[in-house]
């Protein structure tokens, strides 16, 4: 039996009529791989920062010992960090949303702190920026930083999902 010769343009294996179909489906793995590698620069820049913040935390913890409420935001920093990249490696739905939900405890717990610090209290008492010590604003600093790459972070994870979840009908 001779095999056909592909007309050109046309993959093999098709009738021509599925055209539209794969085309739907293209732009979505697209969709899929942009917001993967944005993921990725974005979990990329969050372990830099992870690290950063570690650091800040070893030299304080030299002059004021452990704030409790930092190293457990670094600490849930780094959890979701490891659980995006596998996430995101792995295209696991599971894992994007657990990502989703550290990120969003890291977030409260940073707020937290920036609301219980002594800045929070002292700044709009003296209305002094002299009183403000270097690591405090260096601190707050971070920890703002922080949230908003858990904020880009989550956008990004939220978009990926709709992107990798199938259309629903109904």
């Known amino acids: 039996m001779q095999q056909r010769k592909p007309v050109a343009g046309r993959p093999s294996g098709t009738d021509g009529f599925d055209y539209s179909y794969r085309m739907v ?9 942009k917001g993967k590698s944005r993921l990725k620069s974005i979990l990329t820049t969050q372990g830099v920062f992870q690290v950063i913040g570690s650091l800040l935390v070893v030299l304080a913890s030299r002059d004021k010992g452990f704030d409790n409420l930092v ?24 894992l994007l949303r657990l990502f989703l939900s550290l990120s969003a405890i890291g977030i409260v717990v940073a707020t937290a702190h920036v609301v219980w610090s002594d800045l929070f209290f002292k700044l709009p008492k003296t209305q002094d920026f002299s009183s403000i010590t270097s690591y405090e604003l260096g601190e707050t600093v971070y920890i703002l930083l922080g949230v908003l790459l858990h904020v880009l972070a989550i956008i990004t994870a939220v978009v990926l999902l709709q992107n990798m979840s199938p259309k629903r009908t109904t």
């Open 25 to 33: 489906v293209d732009s979505r793995y697209t969709k899929v791989a």
């Open 71 to 94: 190293v457990v935001y670094v600490s849930i920093g780094f959890i979701s960090l490891l659980i995006g990249e596998l996430g995101r490696r792995r295209s696991q739905v599971n």
